[in-house]
């Protein structure tokens, strides 16, 4: 998998993170696990996409999405189906799509996979 695009996740759950890993890895792709924040910040010139848990405690899954994509990142979102409000702001921020966690779960690989075959980074915002 040594040209296989590199896939930050953000996610703090552990089962969430080990299901995007999983379905990041069925895709395709080479996850690697980052924290936000800091941790987002130097990670985002080794890969091309992005995944962010939006309902993350430990970090603001916003911003996750607007350092990510101000690095140059893809970003593909999840959260709960119904919240409408938070969808919208991670669309704002710079996510390409914000994915229902069921979606995720009955669709991870397939939807991921074509992601990453739509192609790697855009050029960092000024």
Do not use: C, N
Not at 22 to 29: K, L, N, P, S
Not at 54 to 72: C, K, N, P, Q
């Amino acid at each position: 998998m040594a040209d296989a695009p590199v896939v930050l996740i953000v996610a703090d759950d552990l089962i969430w993170a080990d299901r995007l890993v999983r379905a990041v890895t069925a895709a395709g792709g080479m996850p690697r696990r980052v924290g936000a924040g800091a941790a987002l910040a130097s990670a985002v010139g080794e890969a091309g996409f992005a995944v962010v848990d939006l309902t993350a405690r430990a970090y603001d899954g916003i911003a996750a999405v607007e350092l990510a994509t101000a690095g140059g990142l893809r970003v593909l979102a999840v959260g709960q189906h119904d919240d409408h409000e938070l969808r919208g702001r991670a669309l704002a921020a710079g996510a390409e799509r914000v994915l229902a966690y069921r979606k995720v779960f009955e669709d991870g690989p397939a939807t991921i996979a074509a992601f990453l075959a739509r192609g790697a980074s855009v050029p960092a915002r000024p």
